[in-house]
Structure formats: structure tokens, C-alpha cells
């Protein structure tokens, strides 16, 4: 009984481990029906009373929202001490912000469309976070639409704009402070040495027949 624990211990550190670096990106629309706040896209979005359309993507590239939508952008990732620089780029007639961790990093109150060009600046969400802690994240981008439906993407870059990846599961990936399959070397040996110590301080045990 004692043995067949092992392998249940093994299972769960693989399977923990497994999933630490793994991200994932949620792109949410629905109809415009209460207004647009712009002191406030976030509570603007909880305002709506209309259904929301949820799609759980891989890539946030050349994604249409719609006419009359609000859309929410979720970015879940885990990082290592780092610096980097976020950029969502909309078409968002009423203009957008974006989140950090809840917190408001940037935000651009009048009509944004980027018209497919990374260098037009002045209509694209940007944000430099410096010395991004160790652990789990979420970037957020709130933004509004009156009419048209231009398409929008969204790229990061670690070293200040010098080269840039696209906003994706699997680069976000990358970002994570510790490789697989050292972290599960790790955890098994700590389960390895756990299971020694627990061999040596079981009383030896017997019974006169």
C-alpha cells in the first residue's frame, strides 16, 4: 500500500509543473447599450447589460470585433523579473485603455484606428512596464467601437521596440521564469527525499504470534 503512492506524487508534481508556464489569451465582445465611459473603460464594460461572446484564441492578430461592440482583452501569463513593452492596436472609435494586474497602465479617450500600420503610433495602446515581478499576470485592454470593424492586434517586445513577437500563447510561454523540466527535477527530488526521511522514521513494528 505504501509503494502505490509513489507513482500518484510523481503524477501530481508532472502535472503541476507541467501547466506553470502555460498562457493563455480571452477575447470578449458584446453590444454597446449603457454608453462609453471614458474616465473608466473597465467599469464601462461591467456596465453593459447586453450578452457577452467569449473565444478563448491562441494569436491576438487581425481579430474583428464588430459594429456597436465593446471588447475585453485577457492575457494570462506567468514572467520572470523583466521589462516589457505592450502594444494593442484597435480600432476603437471611442477609444481604449489597458490594465495590468488591475491596474491602469494607459489610456487613449478619442477615435483609434490604426489602419493596419504598427508605426502609427499616436493610434495604437502602448504601455512599458519595468521590472515586471516573478509569478502570474494578467494584461487587460478594454476598447470601443461605434462603426466599421478595422481589425486589431497586439505584440510585445523585451528589449524596448528592437524586435517584437506577436501577442500569442506560445511566446507568452517563453516568458516563463522556470524551464519544465528542471522544476520537475526539483520537485522530485524534495518528493524523493521526502519519501527517504518518511522510510527512516517509521518505528519498526512486530507482533508475537
Known amino acids: ?11 501530481i508534481a508532472l502535472l503541476g509543473f507541467g501547466n506553470a508556464n502555460a498562457a493563455s489569451i480571452t477575447y470578449q465582445t458584446r453590444l454597446i447599450n449603457a454608453g462609453v465611459n471614458k474616465s473608466d473603460y473597465r467599469a464601462s464594460w461591467n ?26 482583452l485577457a492575457v494570462n501569463f506567468s514572467s520572470g523579473n523583466t521589462s516589457i513593452l505592450f ?11 489597458l490594465y495590468l494586474d488591475g491596474l491602469k497602465l494607459t ?10 500600420n504598427w508605426g502609427n503610433s499616436s493610434q495604437i495602446l502602448s504601455a512599458f512596464v519595468s521590472n515586471l515581478g516573478t509569478g502570474n499576470h494578467v494584461l487587460e485592454a478594454f476598447w470601443a467601437e461605434g462603426c466599421c470593424n478595422g481589425s486589431g492586434s497586439g505584440r510585445f517586445s523585451l528589449n524596448g521596440g528592437a524586435t517584437w513577437q506577436n501577442l500569442s500563447t506560445p511566446n507568452l510561454e517563453q516568458l516563463a521564469p522556470v524551464p519544465v523540466p528542471a522544476a520537475v527535477w ?12 518518511r522510510r527512516k522514521s517509521l518505528p519498526s513494528l512486530s507482533f508475537a504470534a
Open 47 to 72: 456596465a453593459q447589460s447586453s450578452s457577452t461572446s467569449t473565444h478563448a484564441i491562441t494569436n491576438f492578430d487581425n481579430m474583428l470585433g464588430g459594429n456597436n461592440t465593446f471588447s475585453h
Open 87 to 97: 502594444q494593442i492596436a484597435p480600432d476603437a472609435g471611442y477609444g481604449g485603455a
Open 1 to 11: 500500500m505504501q509503494r502505490s503512492i509513489y507513482p500518484i506524487l510523481l503524477s
Open 107 to 116: 489610456d487613449k479617450q478619442y477615435d483609434l484606428w490604426w489602419g493596419n
Open 186 to 197: 526539483l520537485f522530485g527530488s524534495g518528493v524523493i527525499g521526502l519519501i527517504g526521511m
